[in-house]
């Protein structure tokens, strides 16, 4: 079945540095991905969809581009602030149209500011 | 306004006792989704629902049982519960031919 491995948290910076959570994943298919963010109590937040290959996806300052190659779309942000604060997942669906649209999600980084 | 509906937020249940988690999307989507949070595991699938009807399923347990009785709605009827069912259970929805989900803001289910 698919997979999806991304960074291993905790992940802890200080304001104003760059967050880079790397995901990789295995799958038969072609992939949809996505990235989505999780605040304490929540639900998942879809933070983007990552386009096509070699296209890069953005939202709030974050981006990521897929590599095909590589089949990886990691995320980064040039500088973090203290509303970041949050668990990121990486995602990938085998929709939409042809597959249950079911998303598979990696384990998820937690990510903080140093205080 | 919330968009998707989740109720309860909390849910405390005894082992073997049975529970409906209520989940209702005005997203004007046409697909609707259950994954389950843990400690143990990462968010899981569990059921995906097109136009009221299943197009997968990825739970092994016939516990789990959705109930679609408006195409809005998505229930999740869990019996025999047992304490590893303790779980936040999220519902989520989409447009079938779209890839992106939104989620609800879950239900904790503690079974003791």
């Known amino acids: 079945g698919d997979s999806v491995t991304q960074t291993e948290g905790p992940v802890t910076l200080s304001e104003g540095t760059s967050l880079t959570v790397n995901c990789s994943y295995e799958t038969k298919q072609y992939p949809t991905l996505f990235w989505y963010v999780q605040y304490p109590g929540e639900g998942p937040q879809l933070l983007f969809k990552?386009?096509?290959?070699?296209e890069k996806g953005s939202s709030r300052g974050f981006e990521a581009t897929y590599n095909k190659e590589a089949t990886s779309f990691h995320l980064q942000k040039a500088s973090v602030q203290e509303s970041d604060s949050a668990v990121y997942y990486c995602a990938l669906s085998d929709g939409p149209g042809t597959g249950s649209n079911r998303l598979t999600f990696g384990k998820g980084t937690k990510f903080s500011l140093i205080p | 306004d919330p968009k998707i509906i989740q109720k309860p937020k909390y849910l405390v249940a005894v082992t073997g006792s049975e529970k409906i988690l209520i989940c209702e999307q005005y997203?004007?989507?046409?697909?609707m989704y259950w994954y389950r949070q843990s400690a143990k595991k990462p968010l899981e699938f569990m059921f995906s629902y097109s136009y009221q009807k299943l197009m997968d399923n990825q739970t092994a347990s016939s516990r789990f049982q959705p109930q679609s009785s408006k195409k809005n709605h998505l229930d999740l009827q869990i019996t025999a519960l047992k304490p590893d069912d303790s779980a936040t259970y999220f519902c989520?929805?989409?447009?079938?031919?779209?890839?992106?989900?939104?989620f609800g803001p879950g239900t904790r289910l503690t079974v003791l």
């Open positions: 990552v386009p096509k290959a070699n």
């Open positions: 997203l004007g989507h046409n697909a």
């Open positions: 989520a929805s989409s447009r079938r031919d779209r890839g992106e989900q939104y």
